[in-house]
């Protein structure tokens, strides 16, 4: 993601509070267990994640792993939530300190110092281990913890289309 791409991200999220959450259209893809997730994640998530829902959906049909996918692909961020302000952090040094991005990123998500860096690179596999405790399907927990990985390291794997097309969706929004 881009500097730019995570300061409109942060100015949406700003005014998240001024539009509203398509909650019926979540709760068509989603199970009640699911719902309740996606009913946990902050106000600027849930609308990033339909968000997301609407342009897989625009793109082709699209499978139900896929939309479920696309709603609790940052699920796992409720673990740690992080302010507009810290994402951003984590992604100016992301882009410009790379080394020093590698070191906050490993370990304890707990110091407050250290936690976007963590979330940023924990949160694909955080989100994959809540949908299978809430019963995600096999192809949506796969397609949620490989959703910010390099698409390209997939080529060969079965969900490479869906998971290419998640993350268009992802970027777009």
């Given amino acids: 993601m881009t500097a730019a791409y995570r300061i409109r991200q942060g100015v949406r999220a700003l005014f998240a509070f001024a539009r509203p959450i398509d909650r019926a259209l979540a709760a068509e893809y989603l199970t009640p267990p699911l719902l309740a997730l996606f009913d946990q994640m902050r106000r600027a998530e849930q609308q990033h994640s339909l968000n997301v829902l609407r342009s897989v959906l625009a793109q082709d049909q699209t499978p139900s792993d896929l939309a479920v996918a696309a709603l609790l692909h940052d699920v ?3 673990r740690y ?6 994402k951003t952090v984590a992604v100016l040094v992301r882009a410009f300190l790379p080394t020093l991005f590698r070191r906050l990123s490993e370990g304890d998500p707990r ?5 976007a860096f963590v979330v940023y690179v924990q949160h694909p596999a955080w989100s994959g281990d809540l949908l299978v405790q809430t019963g995600g399907s096999p ?3 796969w397609l949620v913890t490989h959703h910010a990985d390099d698409v390209e390291q997939w080529r060969d794997h079965a969900l490479y ?8 969706a992802d ?3």
Avoid: S
Avoid at 161 to 168: A, C, E, F, T, V
């Fill in 171 to 173: 970027d777009a929004n």
């Fill in 111 to 115: 110091p407050f110092w250290r936690r």
């Fill in 139 to 141: 192809d949506a927990v």
């Fill in 161 to 168: 289309p869906l998971l290419k097309r998640l993350q268009m």
């Fill in 76 to 78: 796992g961020k409720i």
């Fill in 81 to 86: 939530p992080l302010a507009v302000w810290q």
